[in-house]
Nanobody, 122 residues
């Protein structure tokens, strides 16, 4: 059973930074594309960033240049470094996994983490 456990959310002022972590277990981590999605109140869950086993990355336009996704295959962990945070980044952030190259659509996600709240105050 694949489990994803996020950590690192919290409250930060606009312009600040946070780093999210997602520890995976129960899977051959190198075989999975990993990603981050987010969901704000009253909105659909949306794609944020993804990374494949070979560290190729892809970002949504709304976070490109501010967020960085990375992974440590030895630690079975994926990270999301978030800089220059804006109030509109406020959401529950979810770690996601899909066997294969990477994951950009919620419908393609095989496993979800429990989510971690990120709140950016103005």
């Amino acid at each position: 059973q694949v489990q994803l456990v996020e950590s690192g959310g919290g409250l930060v002022q606009a312009g600040g930074s946070l780093r999210l972590s997602c520890a995976a277990s129960g899977c051959t981590f190198n075989s999975y594309g990993m990603g981050w999605f987010r969901q704000a109140p009253g909105k659909d869950r949306e794609f944020v960033a993804t990374i494949n086993w070979n560290h190729n990355t892809y970002y949504s336009d709304s976070v490109k240049g501010r967020f960085t996704i990375s992974r440590d295959n030895a630690k079975n962990t994926v990270y999301l470094q978030m800089n220059s945070l804006k109030p509109e980044d406020t959401a529950v952030y979810y770690c996601a996994a899909r066997r294969g190259y990477w994951v950009t659509q919620p419908r393609d996600v095989a496993y979800w983490g429990q989510g971690t709240q990120v709140t950016v105050s103005s």
